[in-house]
């Protein structure tokens, strides 16, 4: 048990009057309670009258090792913080936020201070030391001098407003403060753990012996500094940040800067003090308090990588050392900027809602997004490489150059979400990255960015709330795609050399786009290759950054000419102001004349390019690394289509015969589809297309046509037409068959045919296609299950296996299964057992799930998005589900925020198979009617979905069917006979 809150501030006062000397004085009057009274800023951003420059914080999260779902009345958060800010105007207000924190006492000294001592002062970031001197030395030399009043480095009291709507306090002073001086605030407050993943919370893990161990941690982005203490928490106030943390002596701290020296306090408390970091913005400051091990290496500069996990499971970090200390070389090397801190420290947390927190140098994980168990496969490996190259991107971009506000957070998502692809193949070159790049970033950018519901990649946030909102597919995989775009129209030289320039001009500072397109335009001009220098590369990107959407672009052939046209990608009619926008394309095509790749940047609505001479097609966006869709008149497709199926030995990429690349194969299916999707070009059109799939072994384009009859499938059966969704099947398995019946059930191979594996045995194990597959997946699981869950299986079939025990199997395979994963030390082989749990059809099974996951109880609530997900393509269990999510909505609310990516995923992935008015008004009602939450991008979204499903039905069904029918006469065949 922990101590009192009285002890408590008798420690910290005590600390940081040591710390201070003779700065800390106690206040002449007591500070009065927060007022009632009216707010005296109305705007949900800061004023910009006051800057802080240096914080020194000082905590005692003060915690029981109850888990977390359980907190106590003795979890508390005791605080100080002492700001020095600087008045940028004379004013009585200092506006910063806080929220959920008492605050006890808030006072100001005006450290006023020699012209001279400013003047140091002002060269910021000076070290806490040499800061701590100036200041000691200023108000000694004033004392003796005696130029000043002893009164003016009194602490005077400060009154107290709160406006908890905007998550601002408002501090009156009042004797105003002067321009151009600096003062100390003063603030010591009480807090609480919080019960979401934001702020400060507990997460509790089981040791194998059984013991519950307790850890507190932080994650503060994009707005919860505020919940932890007071302070200016827009990304652009950046300022230094000295933290002191008491942590009882079983426990270690960590922070973002290596401690400086660690003091033992009265019982069992200790107190961590940390080195002054450099300039960064409040959202990346944190601290972890727990027991870990730690594995250790140093980069090739020296630098300190250390990855902290559990003491159980430090022989699961190896791989995520190896990979951090490799990247961290890398971008040194890319970016030509060091790495700026002493060390960086990887930490694996137990309960973690997103994949992993950037905070500079104390990067937080998921453990699913850092440890490797024993028995994770090559893809696994792969997820903790991009997830570790993802937050080391952001010591750069995000950490190092910060977007003035999150209206841009793209351009910290954007660059990290691109940027760890470019590294993980560098380092890893067989692991097919280019593929892997398409499939996370480009491809499903489009299709989320195809919706009326969609935003612009920048544009202007303000609450809390819509802040949270940017955090979408957008922010991060469409400025993910564009960049990409850009780099592969500007070549290396000019992105490379644009982007360096772009941080050694910004670093420790706050940018803008125009910053970023400002370099890139200085290196293209001075680049050799022609296309660079005639970009104006601010007009070409606003356009694709502004505005919502993206373009198609309509070919056609006529003799020697082609034909282009622009317009904006949707389904529904466009409005007039939609129906003229325009992008700057970077446009990329070959010929089946010259395969060479050919540049144009397209500005105007229609355009006319004249060729050298007559060609049979065109094929357009090569390699799929531009952020467009190509709608080919019906000629060329068919010239493609012939080309595809006739398969000549050729220049772009060669595989297999073809002509054209995987992924120009992969982007020639995802457009084609989604174009008749929304209505561009009859279905039969691209089901055509789909039929040279039979010649197809590349992982890449078998998985984007695979999807896209999954959806269809997933479509019909909510609509209960499940002859439809049988003939979708067996045109999957006309046509793919073959190669499913290729693969074994054995690990082994490269990481694409690792995966083209899964893909294809997962196919063949649906609906009963191909019944000996699952007889030999039941057999490997009750192998399994007799050796008592020791037999090694193979790693990346474990998925697939679990599953089919689970659905062909009884309570006992269930069971069985259940025990396994409590047994389990691994994060990612917990969650593959998670997911076959669910395909149990016992609803009794269903509902503990979503109740355990939810309550945390042996299910981690992180994973409630693994079992929806599960559940939600299902029509019977999305039924429980929705009915679950309804009845369980405001404790889903307490745990993921409104506007958080994971509760927007969460009601998303439910209600996006939808296709009914019925399920339609029970959506609208239960958000828009009953909790009036219709101005949310998710229930947009939802809504959308649904209209879109019931219109593609109504529009689509008897295309679709007839293709099939005529295609396949025989239609009720069993599927044995397909062999
Ligand atoms: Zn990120």
Not at 584 to 593: D, K, M, R, V
Not at 957 to 962: C, D, G, M, N, V
């Amino acid at each position: 048990m922990a101590l009192s809150a009285v002890y408590l501030s008798g420690v910290y006062l005590w600390s940081l009057a040591a710390m201070w000397g003779g700065l800390w004085a106690e206040p002449e009057n007591q500070p009065e309670a927060v007022l009632e009274g009216p707010f005296p800023w109305s705007h949900q951003r800061l004023p910009t009258n006051i800057r802080p420059d240096h914080y020194f914080i000082h905590l005692h999260p003060n915690f029981s090792s109850t888990p977390d779902s359980d907190l106590s009345a003795s979890d508390s958060l005791t605080g100080h913080v002492l700001i020095l800010v600087t008045a940028l105007d004379n004013t009585s207000l200092i506006v910063l936020n806080s929220k959920g924190l008492t605050i006890k006492e808030a006072t100001l000294t005006d450290l006023t201070l020699s012209v001279a001592v400013q003047r140091d002062l002002i060269q910021r970031p000076p070290s806490a030391d040499k800061q701590k001197r100036i200041l000691l030395h200023s108000a000694t030399s004033r004392q003796q001098d005696g130029d000043q009043p002893r009164a003016a480095f009194k602490p005077v009291s400060l009154r107290v407003l709160g406006s908890p709507s905007s998550e601002q306090l408002a501090l009156l002073s009042d004797k105003p403060l002067i321009a151009g001086r600096k003062y100390q605030l003063s603030v010591s407050y009480s807090g609480s753990f919080s019960r979401s993943y934001s702020g400060l919370y507990k997460a509790s893990y089981q040791t194998p012996d059984g013991d519950t161990r307790t850890i507190a941690v932080t994650n503060f982005e994009p707005s919860s500094a505020r919940q932890v203490f007071p302070c200016f928490d827009e990304p652009s106030m950046k300022a230094v940040f000295s933290l002191v943390v008491v942590r009882r002596s079983q426990h270690i701290s960590l922070s973002n800067m290596p401690q400086r020296f660690s003091k033992h306090l009265e019982e069992d408390l200790v107190e961590d003090h940390y080195q002054t970091s450099i300039r960064m913005s409040s959202y990346l400051l944190a601290f972890v308090v727990g027991d870990f091990s730690v594995n250790s290496a140093k980069t090739k500069r020296g630098v300190k990588v250390s990855v902290f996990a559990a003491s159980h499971q430090i022989n699961q970090t190896d791989h995520a050392l190896l990979e951090a200390v490799k990247t961290l070389d890398f971008y040194e090397e890319y970016l030509q900027i060091i790495y700026p801190l002493p060390k960086l420290d990887l930490v694996a947390l137990p309960d973690f809602e997103s994949g992993a927190m950037e905070n500079w140098g104390l990067v937080t994980f998921r453990e699913t997004s850092l440890l490797i168990g024993q028995f994770d496969s090559l893809r696994g490996q792969l997820w903790v490489s991009l997830v570790t190259a993802h937050e080391l991107a952001h010591q750069w971009f995000g950490n190092l150059v910060t977007m003035v506000w999150w209206s841009d957070l793209w351009l910290n998502e954007g660059f990290a979400s691109y940027l760890e692809y470019t590294a993980v193949r560098h380092l890893q070159p067989d692991w097919g990255l280019e593929d892997q790049h398409l499939l996370m970033n480009v491809f499903p950018a489009l299709e989320k960015d195809s919706l009326l519901t969609s935003h612009p990649v920048s544009r202007p946030v303000s609450c809390s709330t819509k802040i949270r909102e940017m955090f979408s597919d957008i922010s991060y995989h469409k400025g993910a795609s564009i960049l990409g775009m850009l780099h592969s129209f500007l070549s290396d030289d000019v992105f490379i050399g644009g982007i360096r320039k772009y941080l050694s001009e910004h670093r420790y500072s706050n940018t803008q786009p125009d910053d970023l397109w400002k370099a890139m335009s200085e290196k293209a001009k001075n680049s050799k290759e022609p296309r660079a220098g005639i970009l104006d590369v601010k007009s070409l990107m606003d356009s694709w950054i502004i505005q919502r959407g993206y373009p198609v672009v309509s070919i056609s052939i006529q003799g020697r000419q082609i034909h282009m046209r622009q317009d904006l990608f949707s389904i529904l009619p466009q409005n007039n102001t939609e129906a003229q926008t325009l992008w700057q394309i970077p446009l990329t095509f070959y010929t089946s004349s010259v395969s060479s790749v050919a540049f144009h940047l397209m500005k105007s609505k229609e355009e006319v390019l004249a060729l050298s001479e007559e060609v049979s097609w065109i094929k357009a966006n090569v390699n799929s690394q531009g952020f467009y869709r190509v709608n080919y008149d019906g000629d060329t497709l068919r010239a493609l289509v012939t080309e595809l199926q006739a398969g000549e030995e050729g220049a772009q990429g060669g595989a297999a015969g073809f002509r054209f690349s995987p992924a120009d194969r992969a982007g020639l299916m995802d457009d084609t589809f989604h174009l008749a999707r929304q209505g561009w070009v009859p279905y039969g059109d691209a089901f055509t297309l789909s039929m040279y799939m039979h010649r197809e072994e590349e992982y890449l384009p078998i998985t984007v046509f695979i999807n896209h009859i999954s959806k269809m499938i997933v479509q019909f059966s909510f609509n209960q037409q499940a002859c439809i969704s049988r003939l979708l099947r067996e045109h999957l398995w006309r046509v793919l068959g073959r190669q499913a019946r290729s693969e074994r059930w054995e690990e082994g191979g490269s990481l694409p045919a690792q995966s083209r594996r899964v893909r294809l045995l997962d196919l063949a194990l649906r609906g009963g296609l191909w019944p000996e597959a699952e007889q030999e997946a039941l057999r490997l699981f009750h192998f399994w299950m007799a050796k008592d869950g020791q037999h090694p299986l193979p790693m990346s079939l474990r998925g697939l296996i679990f599953r089919v025990g689970v659905w062909r199997g009884g309570y006992a395979e269930w069971i069985f299964l259940l025990q396994q994963y409590r047994l389990s030390q691994s994060g990612k082989d917990q969650v593959t057992m998670l997911a076959a749990l669910c395909r149990t059809t016992n609803h009794t099974n269903i509902l503990w799930l979503l109740n355990a996951s939810l309550q945390n109880h042996i299910i981690k609530t992180q994973d409630f998005k693994v079992v929806v997900d599960q559940l939600a393509f299902r029509p019977k269990t999305n039924e429980m589900l929705w009915r679950f999510i309804q009845q369980h909505w405001d404790q889903l609310v307490s745990k993921f925020p409104l506007g958080s990516l994971y509760l927007s995923d969460i009601v998303t992935a439910t209600t996006s198979h939808f296709n009914s008015t019925q399920k339609y008004d029970e959506v609208y009602e239960f958000f828009v009617t009953q909790r009036s939450l219709g101005h949310l991008s998710f229930v947009q979204q939802s809504l959308e979905m649904i209209k879109l499903n019931m219109r593609w039905l109504q529009a689509n069904t008897k295309a679709i069917q007839s293709w099939l029918q005529q295609t396949y006469p025989v239609t009720y065949s069993a599927y044995p006979l397909l062999h």
